[in-house]
Every structure is written in structure tokens, then in C-alpha cells.
């Protein structure tokens, strides 16, 4: 089967492309994993509440802290870096909380994961509803055309708008016009192919909560006369963003579509540990990918498990990026290329049909 | 009509965990419970076609390990999103140290 889908792809949910994925097997497939042995597997899956307790309380404890002194220099130059550390903790580390939260792996304690996932989809501005459905067809379907909600950089890369999303502006946009159409009634026909009709009454739900509160946020700031309120609460989206888009764009960008392996269509990166704390270990994001049930905190460890059958990471998001951007700019005259992943030859291979001439043709 | 059929040993099972058993092109789950007790559901996610003897068993809970949805294996009741349809769950008993589920019509 040839995996390249010329002349243009096609990734609207209820588009060409999304029939053809589930004519030719690649919706709902079954995808390659590492052999494991179960009693491995049990231990890697294990679930703690300490790691995520102590990682949440230096979240919010620094978020707390840092707002507090950014108020109360508030009116100075001296306001400047607290903001930026308050933003990245809002605006970034959100979205790692948000993903963890919402596999249910984050806590051992149900309740703590529902809080946190809650909290943390407000920040980063993602209906909890939504998000979660949406997650799960991005798991079953992922970079698979037409199937996969969660394509973060389509083919040809829209390169202003991958800039733009550094500072959060263009998603922003779109998760306040989703929150006002979601609070006005209506779930998009989108939305509907991957959230159940007995679920959709929820997304309306925290839309409206949400638009409570910003509506609370703005009124505040007018009332104060000052911007204060909203650089607390909804901006920081914005000028918090860039960590994550940062390292949000390795996990697939410029890596293989339409295939069923994710060592070859997900990037594992080895980072620092402050951008590891932010992103809560999802720099491995083959592993993650490959075995969701798998805590943030066990990640390097089943990394260290299964490497031998794994591309080599990436040593450094640097390096990452060096071989990302010059594969965005190809894709930019030939949408077909992509950046294919050579596997140990330890690995196994799997499922070549998925993975054909054309397609090798197209990444070389 | 009562089919009893030899899933397994019931040593075969650690406790709090699950295998899989697969009988004339249907695939089940068996389960043992942290209390040494023993159950049967269904071998596949209601989410989606997935093997829930690859999931993690926490108490009375089976987790999904494509989307983490989560079911009592008990009751088979399905616990919240991703999972809205229930398990189906079969009677099942130890004998002589055999695990039997009945499978029935």
C-alpha cells in the first residue's frame, strides 16, 4: 500500500481523507509495541500519588509565589521576569498537566487527577470535554490524515501560523471562539465525530462556567482600571506560551503521516531538567505513545527498558529543531517529504506495507 | 444451557491481575482480585478493539491501556470517558484449582 496521499491532504475529520483512512485499514489500527514482559509492564504502570503531589505543589506553590511578587512590583520594570516565570508555569507547564491529568496517570487518587485536569485545561484554555475525546482519537489515530484532531503542524507547514502559536495567539483565538460557540449551545459537527451525544451536554456546560469566569477577569480589570486581573488570569496563555509549543512541535513535527508505528511517526528528545519539569517528561514521547498507561514519572524508565528498539533520540531540543525546520521548509515545495526514522537494528520492523516505495521515495 | 469451560489455572493469575482467554474466536478476560477472588468480562474494550489483559487492574478497577478507560470488572459497569458502554461479565468459578467461565448461549 502507498502511504503518500498526493496531490494535498485533506484533514478536515469529515473530509476525503478521513474515509480513506478507515477504507484502508489505518483508523483503528493495531500499532506496534515493544515486547514488554508483564510483570515489567505492571511495575512501569504502577500507580503513586508522590511524584505528581510534590511536582503540583511546585507548580502551584511557584505560580502563588511568583504572582504574589509580580503584584506587588506591579508598576515597575521590576514586574517584568516574575510575570515570565508566572506565564510559563501557567501558560506552558498547563499543558503537560492537562495531557498527564487526562490519561489518569498522573495520581494514584482519581480525585486528584480530575482537580488538577480541570485546573490545568482552564489554563491552557481546553474544554475538558473536548479535549479528552479529542486526546483519545489523537492516541487510536495519531498524525493519521483526516482521523487525528491533534495535528499540530499540517502538511505544507503554515509556518506564520507554527510562529504565531509561540505566543499562543492563533489557538488562543480558537479556544475563544470554540468557548463561546460551545457556551452558546452549539457543538460543531467535528466535535461531534469523536464525542459521544451523551457527553456533548458537558462540553456546553464548562463553556459556560468558563465564560463566567473570563467575563468575571474582565469586569474586575475595568472596575480596577487596570490590566492586572487579566494578566493573571487569561493572558498568561498567551505570553506563557512558548515552552510549550516549543516542545509540543518536536513530538511529530516533520516525521512520517499515515503510518502505524510510532518510532516512526513521534520524536523522543532529551532535554534539560527545568524544560522536563515543565513538560513533564513527555520529551519521551515515543514511549508515551507506544505504552499511555505508563506514569510521566516511570517515562525514562521504560525508555531505558526499550531503547534498543527505537530510533536514537534526539540528544537536545537544538537538535531537534535542526533537523525539524530545514524538513518543514522542504515540505513547504513538496508536502510528501518527510524525516524517516531510522530504526537500531535491534528494532523490529513492523508492518512495511504502511510504510511503502513511494513513501520512502518522498523522505529521501 | 451452562457451558463451563477451563479458562486456566488459577495460579496462572497473580493477584490483582488479569489474562487474556481466547475461546472459539471470542477473546475474554480473567481476572483476580487483590481478595483472591476470581472474574470474567469480555476480552475487549467497549471504547475500542482493545485487549483489556494488556491494562492495569487497581482493586475492583480494569484500566484500558490504549485510552485508560476504566471498568469495574465486578459488574462490567463502565467508570466515565472515554468508556460509556458497560462490560459484559460472565459467572465464573474455581475448582481443583481450574478457573471455569460460563460462557452459556
Known amino acids: 500500500m502507498d502511504a503518500v496521499l498526493s496531490p494535498s491532504r485533506d484533514y478536515s475529520l469529515i473530509g476525503r481523507d478521513s474515509a480513506r483512512a478507515v477504507e484502508t485499514g489505518l483508523a483503528a489500527a493495531e500499532w506496534y509495541h515493544t515486547d514488554i514482559p508483564r510483570k515489567d509492564m505492571k511495575e512501569l504502570m504502577k500507580r503513586v500519588d508522590g511524584p505528581a503531589i510534590r511536582d503540583t505543589a511546585i507548580w502551584l506553590g511557584s505560580m502563588i509565589v511568583l504572582a504574589a511578587l509580580g503584584i506587588a512590583l506591579w508598576g515597575t520594570i521590576w514586574c517584568v521576569p516574575f510575570f515570565l516565570a508566572y506565564g510559563v508555569l501557567y501558560g506552558s507547564a498547563s499543558d503537560s498537566r492537562w495531557h498527564e491529568c487526562g490519561h489518569g496517570t498522573a495520581f494514584k487518587t482519581r480525585w486528584m487527577n480530575d482537580a488538577v485536569y480541570q485546573i490545568a485545561c482552564f489554563m491552557i484554555m481546553r474544554n475538558p470535554v473536548t479535549w479528552r475525546w479529542s486526546h483519545a482519537r489523537h492516541h487510536t489515530d495519531t498524525v493519521i490524515v483526516g482521523r487525528d484532531p491533534e495535528i499540530a503542524v499540517m502538511r505544507p507547514p503554515d509556518l506564520l501560523r507554527v510562529a504565531l502559536n509561540f505566543f499562543g495567539i492563533l489557538d488562543a483565538w480558537h479556544a475563544v471562539i470554540d468557548m463561546a460557540r460551545n457556551a452558546s449551545g452549539i457543538v460543531s459537527a467535528e466535535e461531534k465525530t469523536f464525542i459521544p451525544e451523551q457527553e456533548q451536554h458537558k462540553v456546553i456546560r464548562v463553556a459556560r462556567i468558563w465564560a463566567l469566569i473570563y467575563a468575571a477577569t474582565i469586569t474586575l480589570a475595568l472596575y480596577m482600571g487596570s490590566i492586572l486581573p487579566l494578566v493573571l488570569i487569561g493572558l498568561p496563555r498567551l505570553y506563557g506560551a512558548w515552552h510549550h509549543v516549543l516542545t509540543g512541535l518536536l513530538q511529530h513535527g516533520g516525521l512520517a503521516d499515515n503510518v502505524i508505528d510510532h518510532r516512526l511517526n513521534s520524536r523522543t528528545v532529551l532535554m534539560n531538567p527545568v524544560s522536563r519539569f515543565i513538560y513533564w517528561n513527555m520529551n519521551y514521547h515515543v514511549e508515551h505513545h507506544m505504552f499511555p498507561m505508563v506514569p510521566y514519572h516511570a517515562l525514562p524508565r521504560l525508555h531505558a527498558m526499550i531503547k534498543h528498539d527505537l530510533p536514537a533520540p534526539n540528544p537536545s531540543i537544538l537538535d531537534g529543531y535542526r533537523e525539524m525546520v530545514p524538513a518543514f521548509l522542504r515540505q513547504l515545495r513538496n508536502e510528501d517529504y518527510y524525516l524517516r526514522r531510522k530504526l537500531p537494528l535491534t528494532a523490529k520492523p513492523y508492518r512495511e506495507e504502511f510504510h511503502g516505495k513511494a513513501a520512502r521515495a518522498a523522505a529521501e | ?105
Request: include cysteine.
Open chain 2, 1 to 105: 444451557m451452562s457451558d463451563w469451560i477451563e479458562a486456566c489455572a488459577a495460579d496462572d493469575i497473580d493477584e490483582e491481575d488479569v489474562i487474556r482467554f481466547d475461546h472459539e474466536g471470542r477473546t475474554f478476560a480473567i481476572y483476580r482480585s487483590p481478595d483472591d477472588e476470581f472474574f470474567a468480562t469480555d476480552g475487549l474494550c467497549t471504547h475500542e478493539h482493545i485487549h483489556l489483559a494488556d491494562g492495569l487492574v487497581m482493586d475492583d478497577i480494569i484500566e484500558c491501556p490504549k485510552h485508560n478507560g476504566r471498568f469495574s470488572y465486578k459488574t462490567g459497569q463502565a467508570k466515565g470517558a472515554p468508556v460509556c458502554v458497560n462490560l459484559k461479565t460472565y459467572p465464573i468459578r474455581v475448582e481443583a484449582g481450574k478457573v471455569l467461565i460460563q460462557l452459556g448461549q
